[in-house]
């Protein structure tokens, strides 16, 4: 039997103007890439780094349901590279929720964290879901998430519309 683990998970919406955001200045060039039809094992690297700490499952599927879920109409993933490499990257859903565009996943890699990027990749999400012609960007958090994601979406000037309480698998070692 998996063990379960439970968290908070916490809805959220931003509705209006964000505080702006600067490129963090970094001894690295900064490139951000939309990439269209993802390849399977780079999408899961980015979500297993970001996401294994954290005991993210939902994209744990096989090949056929992960390529239907990441290559469905109006779902794009965005890399943000340093001199190259993966640094961060975050998912949006638009199209599936009239008026409203979702950061699905976000999230620094763990070695370029403490940097300074997370704030920079949030604003470049917010952009890009509100370049899909909405207003309303939604995503969700969880307790389980790394404890800087609530502080820094609160900043960025979301707000708590609704919390519930899941168990959730945990990711053993």
Known sequence: ?????????????????TPPTRKPQTAETLTLRSIPEIPLDLYRSLYDAVGRPHHWTSRRLPDDLLRAEIHAPGMSVHVL???????GWFELEAGRRPGRTRIVHFGIMPRFRGRGLAPYLLGEAIAA?????????????????????LPLYEKAGFVCVDKRFVATPAIES
């Open 1 to 17: 039997m998996r063990h379960l683990v439970s968290a908070a998970v916490s809805q959220m919406e931003l509705r209006g103007p």
């Open 81 to 87: 590279e340093a001199d190259g490499e993966p640094a």
């Open 129 to 149: 879901a509100r370049a899909t012609g909405v207003e309303l960007v939604t995503l969700e958090t969880n307790s389980l998430d790394h404890p800087a994601a």
